[in-house]
T-cell receptor, first 111, second 113 residues
């Protein structure tokens, strides 16, 4: 069965410190992984996807198929990064697509 | 380009009633998915519609149903409401291309009393 885990419910770091939000998945097919972010009172929005190998707002994430992980990293956290972060696995089959979301990690960046 | 629009934003219903939520996807998007978000269970997939057909369904009871119209707008219906149905219901639309992202609406917050 498909599953996404995010071990930390809450992660607090000081401004300027490095941050890593962990994500592990289980999926028998070829994984399509995403990080979504939800800022206070805003809608859930895409932060980045593994296929793009891009850096958004200083965040990067590398897919490690051997460790079935897709951890989100940023070298220097900013206060505006405080939000809820969800790791998501896109699951496709003959019937369509849906996203399996992890439980989320609330990132709090302290001044 | 207008985003995904969900109506109403807030809703209060009593146990046993039924409710209908609406979602207008981004223009050109043919796939619409629904998710339930609660503090305890997080984001859980309800169902996905594509070209007026339900293609995929999550693990929810039959009280939860939906439909999609020819203009891709979608509605979700919950019958015989229970207190545990109180949640934020999110709608997402996408193109359905490879590695395409899902765009989410603001959600409808349903409170069952």
């Amino acid at each position: 069965a498909q599953r996404v885990t995010q071990p930390e419910k809450l992660l607090s770091v000081f401004k300027g410190a490095p941050v890593e939000l962990k994500c592990n998945y289980s999926y028998s097919g070829s994984p399509e992984l995403f990080w979504y972010v939800q800022y206070s009172r805003q809608r859930l929005q895409l932060l980045l996807r593994h296929i793009s190998r891009e850096s958004i707002k200083g965040f990067t994430a590398d897919l490690n198929k051997g460790e079935t992980s897709f951890h989100l990293k940023k070298p220097f956290a900013q206060e505006e990064d405080s939000a809820m972060y969800y790791c998501a696995l896109s699951v496709r089959d003959n019937y369509g697509q849906n996203f399996v979301f992890g439980p989320g990690t609330r990132l709090s960046v302290l001044p | 380009k207008a985003g995904v629009t969900q109506t109403p934003r807030y809703l209060i219903k009593t146990r046993g009633q039924q409710v209908t939520l609406s979602c207008s996807p981004i223009s050109g998007h043919r796939s619409v998915s629904w998710y339930q978000q609660t503090p305890g269970q997080g984001l859980q997939f309800l169902f996905e519609y594509f070209s007026e057909t339900q293609r995929n369904k999550g693990n929810f009871p039959g009280r939860f149903s939906g439909r999609q119209f020819s203009n891709s707008r979608s509605e979700m219906n919950v019958s015989t409401l229970e207190l545990g149905d109180s949640a934020l219901y999110l709608c997402a639309s996408s193109f359905q291309d490879e590695n395409t992202e899902a765009f989410f609406g603001q959600g409808t917050r349903l409170t069952v009393v």
